[in-house]
């Protein structure tokens, strides 16, 4: 039997985890991202004591377009889960302020976000005393890299003893955490791309390390400074270009403003303070960016949906993010891009000009293709 449609399993959302010495205005962040009060902000150390964890729907134009044309009866956005980890400190490798706990939960994220302090304020207390961004992210970097620099000890004591035996396997992974060991003592994250062939590469996958994911660096300025950055911003996208990270001007402050104002409101309170779109907008896009993912559209008189898949992704694969049994029957898809669509202002007139194309198993799925899948089961 051939079909089109079929219930979704539900994606698995991204995660990103949201990290930062206490006081950096990360629960500040949180709350506006979420558009919630579950984070609470105060002036001191580790006021956020478990994870809080939001969903925040991704911006995505493209389907507020294609509803009216379809017909649909709801829009569904793909989305992103933000889980704010409490304030690591010095030491927190070691289970200084509450380290170790909250180690635990960066491991299980796609994306770290280091929200980084780039303005001065006298009522708000520096963890350190002072204002200083780099050291702050050397901070942190460096109890990350300690702390998988432990895991990794222990893993290479457990692979040493079966690797004696001549098992190939724990040799082989034992020479990537052996490579991994050294690049960690520099007390930096780690590029795997830049380092591991594909083969080492699905060792490291396993090992759950916080240093080779991708990161951001939201820098946090005053309002004043939205618009043009300021010296610590610099400084900051100085170190980000020699460190494999994004750099997001953001100003938790005014974020938490634009959560409580309506679409045109947001509109006009961004164009007066020089910018085009909130700093979470450009978030969202940084950790797409980093993660190197793309969105395919289905469309139809139910929902108009985005999907999230990783770049390269096959028509199969990108078939199995609906559902299992799309993935496992595929025949083949139904493919018609974005901007054909919208031009041509719906199916029928896109299969009567020829931009509605059938693709195998061989095509890669392309951002803003509208797609329908024929499988069978």
Not at 171 to 182: C, D
Not at 202 to 225: G, Q, R, W
Request: charged residues 25%; hydrophobic residues 40%.
């Amino acid at each position: 039997m051939i079909k089109k449609h079929i219930k979704s399993e539900g994606q698995k959302l991204l995660r990103a985890g949201i990290v930062g010495l206490p006081n950096v205005g990360k629960s500040t962040l949180f709350n506006a991202l979420t558009s919630t009060a579950n984070a609470q902000s105060a002036n001191y150390p580790f006021c956020t004591i478990e994870p809080n964890i939001g969903v925040v729907t991704v911006p995505d134009e493209r389907l507020s377009v294609l509803q009216p044309m379809v017909k649909a009866a709801k829009i569904v956005p793909t989305a992103i889960e933000f889980v704010d980890i409490a304030g690591l400190v010095k030491g927190a490798s070691k289970g200084e302020g509450l380290g170790n706990q909250f180690l635990a939960n960066i491991r299980e994220t796609d994306a770290i976000i280091e929200v980084v302090r780039c303005f001065d304020d006298p009522n708000t207390i520096h963890v350190t005393g002072k204002v200083d961004p780099i050291d702050d992210i050397e901070t942190i970097n460096t109890e990350l890299a300690l702390a998988d620099m432990a895991s990794l000890e222990k893993r290479q004591q457990r692979l040493s003893k079966v690797a004696k035996t001549g098992d190939k396997d724990a040799i082989a992974e034992l020479a990537v955490v052996e490579k991994l060991l050294k690049l960690l003592e520099d007390g930096k994250f780690i590029n795997v791309k830049d380092h591991f062939d594909e083969d080492e590469q699905h060792y490291i996958k396993f090992m759950h390390l916080m240093t080779t994911k991708p990161v951001i660096y939201a820098a946090n300025v005053s309002e004043t400074d939205l618009s043009t950055g300021n010296d610590y911003v610099n400084r900051v996208k100085e170190y980000a270009k020699t460190h494999n990270a994004d750099v997001v001007v953001i100003s938790a402050k005014i974020e938490a403003e634009l959560s409580e104002l309506g679409e045109e409101e947001k509109k006009d309170y961004l164009a007066e303070l020089g910018v085009e779109n909130s700093g979470i907008e450009r978030m969202i896009k940084s950790v797409y960016h980093l993660l190197d993912l793309r969105t395919f559209i289905t469309a139809g008189e139910m929902e108009v949906k985005a999907w999230t898949i990783p770049a390269g992704a096959k028509a199969p694969q990108a078939a199995g993010v609906i559902h299992t049994d799309f993935e496992k029957g595929f025949i083949r898809a139904e493919v018609t891009s974005y901007d054909d669509f919208v031009g041509c202002g719906s199916y029928a007139a896109a299969k009567d000009k020829g931009l509605t194309r059938l693709e195998g198993k061989d095509y890669v799925v392309q951002d803003g293709d509208i797609v329908h899948f024929r499988f069978a089961v």
